[in-house]
């Protein structure tokens, strides 16, 4: 078994990038990102603008709040591996912070995007729940191209690019959405054209990671896409 990674320590350039990030991010979102979100952003005491959080306090707070961990990976992992970690409550997040000439611009996601991005809302009871049965489906259903490519196409639309409603209001919420200044006022302009979530919609439709995304799901009720996801799963056996 591979030891652990640690996590790196980091110079004043790279702390100067996170907040940076963090806090033209935090303002961009005022007006546009989802209450359940930006409510839980605010609350983790170690997710803040002043330096790059350490993972192990993050981890902490997750654990004292809805049970859920982080573990470091050097990378992308493969999706076997990444679905065995959910379905454990475990989270993976990567450690290198962008360079400052890449603030708007990144190939792979970096530790702002997979702590600042989805570490809050793993913080409500709901969207964990979520997560963790997502994880236990997708081990379940490994080995089954098509229903993985399924499962690829709804964590795209909801944890990565999903707008959450709310007061009936359309607020950004993914995770690739949360992380990149860019991507929230590209998406935010689209708002009016959202397309309503349904699990079958996001299932079959098809997303490219090399552009900006044209489309985007708006959920109005995450314990529904829980059962719609139950329901798929049952009749998949
Ligand atoms: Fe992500």
């Not at 792979?108 to 793993?122: C, S």
């Not at 997708?138 to 909801?158: K, S, T």
Request: net charge negative; hydrophobic share 40%; aromatic share 12%.
């Amino acid at each position: 078994m591979n030891a652990p990674l640690i996590q790196p320590l980091y110079n004043e350039v790279q702390h100067g990038t996170w907040s940076t990030l963090y806090r033209r991010q935090r303002d961009n979102l005022e007006d546009k990102g989802a209450r359940l979100y930006l409510g839980a952003l605010d609350r983790m005491e170690v997710l803040t603008e002043e330096e790059i959080p350490k993972v192990d306090r993050m981890s902490a707070a997750l654990q004292e709040s809805t049970g859920w961990g982080l573990v470091i990976v050097p990378g992308l992992i493969p999706v076997d591996d990444f679905f065995a970690l959910l379905s454990r409550r475990q989270f993976c997040t990567s450690t290198w912070v962008r360079r400052p000439d890449q603030l708007d611009y990144l190939e792979e996601p970096d530790m702002f995007h997979d702590t600042f991005g989805h570490v809050p809302p793993l913080m409500d009871p709901e969207f964990a729940l979520f997560m963790q049965r997502f994880g236990e489906i997708g081990v379940d259903l490994c080995g089954n191209e098509q229903a993985v490519l399924a499962l690829q196409r709804l964590y795209w639309f909801f944890v990565e690019f999903g707008f959450v409603e709310e007061s009936g209001m359309p607020r950004a919420f993914g995770a690739g959405i949360m992380s990149s200044y860019g991507e929230t006022n590209h998406a935010w302009n689209l708002r009016s054209d959202l397309r309503k979530f349904t699990l079958e919609g996001a299932m079959s439709t098809p997303f490219t990671t090399t552009e900006i995304q044209s489309t985007y799901f708006l959920i109005e009720d995450i314990p529904e896409v829980i059962r719609e996801m139950e329901e798929w799963h049952a009749g998949m056996s």
